[in-house]
C-alpha cells in the first residue's frame, strides 16, 4: 500500500454513482456496514431488518477507472419483527452486525444479528436452470402418472444470472439480552454473541446449544455496575478474546485457563484525570466500540470523544489517544439533553494498522495517520461530494473569528452522525453510513 499520509487531505472520492436510499423512512437507516474478506463484496444491515450485499465492478480494458465501484448485488430481508409473549416485548428487526466467513468455495457465507437471533446465510449464484422432469411439468406441477410413457433425462439450460440468499442456520434463543457483538473466530469452525451480561460460543453446526464463556451478571441486580458493550476474537489466536465494558475497561480473556473466562487474563484501564471529573465522565468513558489490528498486536477502542490504541503488552495505559471532536467537552450537557452522548460510534483500521477511522457529527468522519501523527476531517454529504470530486478537509471552529472554510461548532447538525463505516481489507476504499445513505470513496491515486 502506498504511503498513506502524502493523500492524507485529498484522500477518497465518490465513485460515479452515489449509493443512497431514496426515502428517508426510519426502516432505511443503515445500523451496520462490512466488507469481506476479499474486499469484493460490501454488505450493509438496516433497521428494517434487511441486508444489502454490493459487489465490486471487474475492471475491463475499455473503462479501466471503473474497477472502484460497487454495485448492488443481492438484496434480502435477514429479520423480522417479532413479539415475546412472556416478557411482553417487541423484538426489532434491524441489523445490529454482519459478519462475513472466508469463501470456501463458489458460495459466500455471512453472519447478520438483530437483538435476539443470529443466523447464517448463503449467498450463491445460479445461471442454469434444470428442465425435463420425469414426474412434474415445467410448472412444476405433478403429472398424471398414468400420462408418463417414456423415461427423459433432465438437461440443464442457460438462464438469467440469480443470486439467492438462503438461511442455513438459526442461532436462537441463547439470550435475555440484546446482542451487541458477533465474532468469527479464526479456526472457522466457531463464533461469538455478546450481550450486556453474558458473551456465548457457537459451532456453526449446532444450533440449539451454545457455551457461556463469559457471564458477568450479579446475583442481586442492583449490584450491576457495568455491562458488556462490545468482543471481539483475536485474528489468529483461536483461544483469545477481548470485551470492552461501559466503565471504559478492556478484558482480554484466555479459553485455554477455564471453562468460565470470568476471569481475565489482562485488564487494560487508563487511570482518569481528577482535573477532567464531570458527571457525564462515567457516559463519556463507556467505549463503544473495540477492535484487534490485523496483526493482532494492538487493540482500538473508540469511547464517546476519543480513540484509543492500546499495546497487548502494556495494560495501565493507551499507547496512542486520538481526540475525535473535543470541542464537543463543552456541549456535554445538551448533548446528555438530547440523547446524542449515547451515540455508540465504531472504529476501523487500515488494511495496514498505519490509519485509523471514525465517525462524528454533522457527517463529518476522521481519520489519524499513526506514523505522521497527522489527520484530517471530511465530510459525507451528497453537496459537496459530486462524482470523481476530491473531498476537501473540514474545520471546526471553536471561537473567536471564523474563518470562511470552517464551520462553526454552533451550527453543527446532530442529527447527521456517522457512526458506521468499513475499509478495505487491502486498498484505500472505505464505506460510510451517513444514516440512510451509503457512500464509497476511494483514494485518487488508484
Given amino acids: 500500500m502506498k504511503c498513506f499520509s502524502r493523500y492524507l487531505p485529498y484522500i477518497f472520492r465518490p465513485p460515479s454513482a452515489l449509493l443512497s436510499a431514496s426515502c428517508h423512512a426510519e426502516a432505511d437507516i443503515i445500523s451496520t456496514v462490512e466488507f469481506n474478506h476479499t474486499g469484493e463484496l460490501l454488505a450493509t444491515g438496516d433497521k428494517g431488518g434487511r441486508v444489502v450485499i454490493f459487489q465490486r465492478e471487474q475492471e475491463s480494458k475499455n473503462q479501466p477507472h471503473r474497477r472502484g465501484e460497487y454495485n448492488v448485488y443481492s438484496t434480502f430481508q435477514s429479520h423480522e419483527p417479532e413479539f415475546d409473549y ?14 462475513w466467513l472466508p469463501q470456501q468455495n463458489a458460495a459466500y457465507f455471512l453472519l447478520s444479528t438483530n437483538d435476539k437471533t443470529v443466523k447464517l446465510w448463503k449467498v450463491s449464484e445460479r445461471d442454469k436452470r434444470p428442465e425435463g422432469y420425469n414426474l412434474k411439468d415445467e410448472d412444476g406441477r405433478l403429472r398424471d402418472p398414468s400420462m408418463i410413457t417414456m423415461l427423459r433425462v433432465p438437461v440443464l439450460r442457460p438462464m438469467d444470472l440469480m443470486v439467492e440468499a438462503t438461511p442455513r442456520r438459526v442461532f436462537a434463543n441463547a439470550h435475555t439480552y440484546h ?89 487494560f484501564e487508563e487511570p482518569e484525570d481528577p482535573s477532567n471529573r464531570s458527571f457525564f465522565s462515567e457516559i463519556i468513558s463507556s467505549i463503544s466500540d473495540v477492535k484487534f489490528s490485523h496483526s493482532g498486536r494492538y487493540i482500538m477502542t473508540r469511547d464517546y470523544l476519543t480513540v484509543k490504541v492500546w499495546d497487548l503488552n502494556m495494560e495501565n495505559r493507551p499507547i496512542e489517544t486520538y481526540q475525535v471532536h473535543d470541542y464537543l467537552r463543552s456541549k456535554l450537557c445538551s448533548l446528555y439533553e438530547n440523547d446524542c452522548i449515547f451515540d455508540k460510534f465504531e472504529c476501523v483500521w487500515n488494511g495496514s494498522d498505519s490509519v485509523i477511522m471514525t465517525g462524528s457529527y454533522n457527517n463529518f468522519f476522521r481519520m489519524f495517520d499513526r506514523n505522521t501523527k497527522r489527520d484530517v476531517t471530511l465530510e459525507a454529504s451528497r453537496e459537496n461530494s459530486k462524482p470523481r470530486a476530491i473531498l476537501k478537509p473540514r474545520k471546526v471552529c471553536v471561537g473567536g473569528k471564523r474563518r470562511k472554510d470552517e464551520i462553526s461548532v454552533d451550527s453543527l447538525d446532530f442529527s447527521k452522525k456517522i457512526l458506521h463505516t468499513a475499509w478495505h ?19 485518487k491515486v488508484n
Fill in 179 to 267: 446482542i451487541n457483538s458477533i465474532s468469527v473466530n479464526s479456526d472457522y469452525e466457531t463464533y461469538m454473541s455478546a450481550d450486556d451480561l453474558r458473551i456465548n460460543l457457537w459451532n456453526f453446526e449446532i444450533t440449539n446449544q451454545s457455551f457461556n464463556i463469559v457471564d458477568i451478571k450479579p446475583a442481586n441486580m442492583e449490584e450491576l455496575t457495568e455491562v458488556i458493550t462490545a468482543a471481539e476474537f483475536h485474528p489468529h489466536h483461536c483461544n483469545t478474546f477481548v470485551y470492552s465494558s461501559s466503565k471504559g475497561t478492556i478484558r482480554l480473556c484466555d479459553m485455554r485457563t477455564s471453562a468460565l473466562c470470568d476471569r481475565h487474563a489482562k485488564f
Fill in 86 to 99: 412472556l416478557k411482553s416485548l417487541e423484538i426489532e428487526e434491524k441489523i445490529n452486525k454482519i459478519r
Fill in 425 to 443: 481489507p487491502s486498498e484505500n476504499i472505505i464505506a460510510v453510513a451517513a444514516t440512510n445513505n451509503l457512500y464509497i470513496f476511494q483514494d
